[in-house]
């Protein structure tokens, strides 16, 4: 699972790639191509499901046809939270999450934000298009300042954008010539730190969501940060990144002036979590963090567009702070 970073288990189906413009859903119009889904894996299903689970390949194939309609219902507002629980539980996708044992991947150095999107801007010359929507939501609708496109940029460097599920950043470090070390470093590092929506405390950032141990102490005032300084806010996304000597910082950082409910994130990050484990059942609860961070942001923002979208609006219009 250590190298799966470089392609994602989300691959959208093939007929895309010769679609005409239009809404795949018209009520989650921020998702893009993301909404469409690869049916899940039979293989996986009867390699790594307990043996209680005995359904035969076109049962499966029927069960996991009605989990790709009730995703689709569930997001559209046409079907209630939790709909999806028995046929989860038939795909046998709806184990207790677990969460990654491996510490965090120690960088050489720091590697800024705008260099992250303007990698996967060369790799994915429209991602300026594409990016606002799927890490923004509904505040991409606004006149924004430049910063935070460049912050939604750096997201989509980690998702799969590229045919096959790879994602901008692989691309960059594993064509040939093969970039320094230095450049490649830091871009695994920050690939093998989950995405959290972090609440500041006094002692430091406290995740909103589960995150396994060996991620969740590790930069709450135990480490000294890097002098790249927080943005303005209650509450900041980002991935904690570790550097070789001790420092660390917060890649993809977008501040909040609220932080949204725990459950609203929990229940909507349980969903991915189901449709990700229908490829692979040993998915991590991190793995899910780092293969779906703009999912992160996106709900996040979305909850912020409802509840304070002036105050958010505001924040983000005070530029970064540097």
């Avoid at 970073?5 to 959208?12: A, M």
């Avoid at 934000?113 to 996967?120: H, P």
């Avoid at 460097?157 to 950043?169: D, E, H, K, Y």
Wanted: charged share 25%; glycine share 6%.
């Amino acid at each position: 699972m250590s190298n799966r970073w470089r392609k994602s288990l989300l691959k959208p189906p093939t007929h895309l790639r010769g679609a005409t413009p239009d809404f795949l859903a018209p009520y989650d119009p921020w998702a893009g191509d993301e909404i469409e889904m690869q049916p899940g894996s039979y293989e996986n299903y009867t390699r790594f499901s307990a043996a209680s689970h005995t359904l035969s390949e076109a049962e499966y194939d029927e069960a996991d046809a009605a989990f790709r309609r009730l995703y689709r219902e569930i997001l559209d507002g046409t079907a209630p939270w939790g709909s999806e629980a028995e046929v989860v539980a038939a795909l046998a996708v709806d184990a207790p999450i677990r969460h990654d044992s491996r510490p965090p991947n120690e960088a050489l150095q720091y590697i800024s934000d705008d260099i992250l999107a303007e990698m996967s801007e060369d790799q994915v010359p429209d991602i300026g298009v594409v990016a606002p929507d799927r890490v923004l939501g509904p505040l991409s609708e606004h006149a924004l300042p430049r910063y935070i496109h460049r912050i939604a940029g750096a997201v989509m460097g980690f998702a799969p954008m590229i045919r096959g599920g790879v994602m901008p950043v692989a691309r960059v470090i594993y064509q040939k010539p093969r970039p320094p070390t230095a450049l490649s470093s830091p871009i695994r590092s920050i690939a093998r730190a989950p995405v959290m929506v972090w609440h500041k405390t006094a002692e430091g950032l406290a995740p909103l969501l589960p995150l396994g141990p060996r991620q969740a102490g590790l930069f709450c005032g135990t480490r000294p940060r890097l002098h790249v300084a927080l943005p303005e806010g209650a509450v900041v996304i980002g991935r904690a990144t570790p550097l070789l000597d001790g420092g660390w910082w917060l890649a993809a950082a977008l501040s909040l002036p609220e932080p949204p409910p725990p459950e609203i994130l929990l229940r909507r990050m349980m969903l991915e979590l189901h449709r990700l484990r229908r490829h692979d059942r040993r998915l991590s609860w991190e793995d899910l963090l780092r293969e779906r961070a703009e999912v992160v942001y996106r709900t996040a923002c979305e909850w912020s567009w409802l509840e304070c979208c002036a105050e958010t609006l505001a924040l983000w219009r005070t530029g970064p702070v540097r």
